[in-house]
């Protein structure tokens, strides 16, 4: 049978409802948080997993007009929906080839060493970005390297620099400010950029003339500034595909780790570890039916999750149920970072 004469798939058990609204609230309220800078897109990782071409319109419309992501690869998905100008990709040029991918494009690749800087000027040079490491030593020039020739040859349209530690109360984001501010001066920049999500909590002092939230526009809460005015936007939806009657004795899952010590009624779940749904949910998780909580029983595995059932006697098979996904919430259940949880979520979520 060929493929065209299929029928059509089955509706999947599996689903990621996105909230646009709330998307597109997320980025004005933190545009607002920002002036008088205004807020770009940090839309990395096919916008930290919840879908480029499903969030990408949303931030248009809101009024986004500059966007970040990490790879090159990334790019023809995104200019779909964007100039190129508009886009600038934070990884920079190591190669050749890196080199010439951006000149075709005409996206900006934001440098991040002399190697960069120098590849960039012997290719023709042109408008590129530049990120000056203030002390999180992950990417970006020296203080010291900003006075070398290359660097002094760039045209740069956006200095940056990013902080390590904007989610923590304490000295460091303000050693980094002090130090962003020590080299600016150095280079011919157009504009000035510091504050990620949590560095635009941190007050008007780190703006400058654009900030690049990301985690905060996808439901994420980094700082207390930002709580009750942050909306969740990833809803993940499981439904049952299988109900157990088990008799005192009987166990479940993996290991064997929950036995029932009592007849009991319980659910198997489409969501697993390959749809980002952890076995660290497990100890302590549940999932929700009408504002319910059932309780996870055992071990998560690939695909199925098992739920309690014995408060619920009304659910049953093929009834849908919620993932609790209010990220600063589910972030204290599982372990895993807000980032994290975003950005595991699988691709069978979106199918």
């Known amino acids: 049978m060929r493929i065209e004469d299929l029928p059509p798939v089955p509706p999947p058990t599996i689903r990621l409802d996105i909230d646009r609204d709330a998307l597109g609230a997320n980025w004005r309220f ?14 990395k990782a096919d916008c930290y997993g919840l879908g480029v071409d499903t969030c990408l319109p949303v931030l248009l419309e809101a009024g986004a007009r500059d966007f970040f992501v990490a790879h090159w690869s990334e790019v023809p998905g995104v200019l779909r ?19 010439q991918y951006a000149r075709a494009t005409g996206v900006r690749p934001v440098i991040n060493s002399l190697h ?5 000027n012997q290719s023709g040079g042109g408008e590129c970005h530049l990120m000056i490491d203030t002390g ?15 660097i ?17 109360d304490g000295e460091t984001s303000g050693d980094q400010l002090a130090a962003f501010h020590a080299v600016k001066d150095v280079v011919g920049a157009s504009e000035l950029s ?38 969740q ?21 993996y290991n064997r780790e929950f036995t029932a010590s009592e007849p009991m009624r319980v659910a198997t779940v489409s969501l697993g570890y390959a749809d980002g749904f952890l076995r660290c949910w497990g100890a302590h998780g549940w999932l929700e039916h009408d504002g319910r909580k059932l309780a996870l029983l055992g071990k998560v595995s690939m695909d199925m999750a098992i739920v309690d059932l014995r408060d619920t006697p009304d659910v049953g098979l093929g009834d849908w149920l919620n993932v609790p996904y209010d990220l600063p919430s589910a972030s204290r259940v599982s372990g895993l970072s807000q ?7 699988g691709q069978r979520m979106r199918s």
């Not at 960069?116 to 960039?120: G, T």
């Not at 400058?208 to 985690?215: A, E, I, Q, S, V």
């Open 30 to 43: 933190l545009d607002r948080l920002s002036r008088p800078a205004r807020a770009g897109a940090a839309i």
């Open 81 to 99: 929906h964007v100039e190129a100008g508009q886009l600038a990709v934070l990884h920079g040029v190591n190669t050749t080839e890196e080199v």
């Open 116 to 120: 960069q800087a120098r590849l960039w």
């Open 136 to 150: 999180i030593h992950r990417l970006g020039i020296s203080a010291e390297q900003a006075r070398d020739p290359a």
């Open 152 to 168: 002094a040859a760039l045209d740069v349209g956006i200095l940056m620099s990013h902080l390590s530690s904007a989610d923590e």
């Open 194 to 231: 510091i504050a990620n999500s949590a560095g635009v909590g941190l007050g008007s002092q780190y703006a400058f003339d654009l900030t690049r939230p990301g985690l905060a526009l996808y439901g994420g809460v980094p700082r207390p500034e930002l709580e009750g005015r942050i909306r």
């Open 233 to 253: 936007v990833a809803f993940p939806r499981a439904s049952i595909i299988q109900v157990h009657e088990l008799n005192a004795g009987d166990s479940v899952g």
């Open 339 to 345: 980032y994290e949880l975003l950005t595991i979520l």
